[in-house]
């Protein structure tokens, strides 16, 4: 198969899948995951965007890589609207960096950013607030990271059993003359720790499609 009828196949696996975090698609427990995560935040005002897991690219589209990069398509409005101190999420699938030449895991993300922070006790008690609401009792730990579209960032991890799980970034965006302080985390791993789950369900949750890089 081409490169073209590669890109075509996982944009077709990317439409077709469930969306967890989307109550019109049906119940899950990934949407008071979502819910744990975003309320946590000091009953800021909240602008929720939910897209099909596209963005533009060139003449067309690809598949989204991350749920920041709708946040960051958003960034000019939501600027030229004077959102300082809005609290801005995106749920939704995504489909994963990809590894070498083909391997692309599909998933559930969530980003939630702070327009016009910056502040370290923000971001910490953004990240603090959304962990001790979704993961009560589980510990969490922030290591520097470098390299990454959010800077300064951390990486997040939790404690899985007795090992640590890197979860997603937490830091300063900074894009099209404004900063937010915030998260992007993957969901899986985070379900599958929550203590108010009885049990996580795995199925509809992750999945591997075959593609080339776009």
Do not use: K
């Not at 030449?101 to 993300?109: I, S």
């Not at 965006?173 to 929550?194: D, H, K, N, Q, Y």
């Amino acid at each position: 198969m081409n490169d073209d009828g590669q890109r075509t196949e996982a944009l077709h696996t990317l439409l077709e899948r469930r969306d967890l975090t989307d109550p019109a698609q049906g119940e899950h427990p990934m949407q008071e995951l979502v819910t744990r995560l975003c309320n946590a935040q000091d009953g800021r005002r909240h602008r929720s965007l939910r897209t099909p897991p596209l963005v533009s690219a060139g003449q067309g589209w690809r598949v989204r890589h991350a749920t920041t990069e709708t946040v960051l398509a958003a960034l000019p409005d939501l600027l030229a609207e004077e959102q300082a101190g809005l609290l801005v999420s995106c749920a939704g699938v995504v489909c994963g960096n990809r590894q070498q030449d083909a391997t692309v895991l599909v998933a559930h993300q969530l980003d939630c950013w702070i327009l016009g922070e910056r502040a370290s006790t923000v971001l910490s008690g953004a990240v603090g607030g959304a962990m001790a609401a979704a993961l009560p009792g589980v510990p969490y730990r922030l290591l520097p990271q470098r390299g990454s579209r959010v800077g300064p960032g951390f990486r997040v991890d939790v404690l899985a059993g007795s090992q640590w799980q890197e979860v997603g970034l937490c830091g300063v965006l900074e894009a099209e003359g404004t900063v937010a302080a915030g998260f992007s985390l993957v969901l899986e791993p985070l379900l599958a720790v929550a203590p108010w789950v009885d049990h996580a369900p795995t199925d509809g949750m992750t999945q591997t499609v075959t593609s080339s890089r776009s």
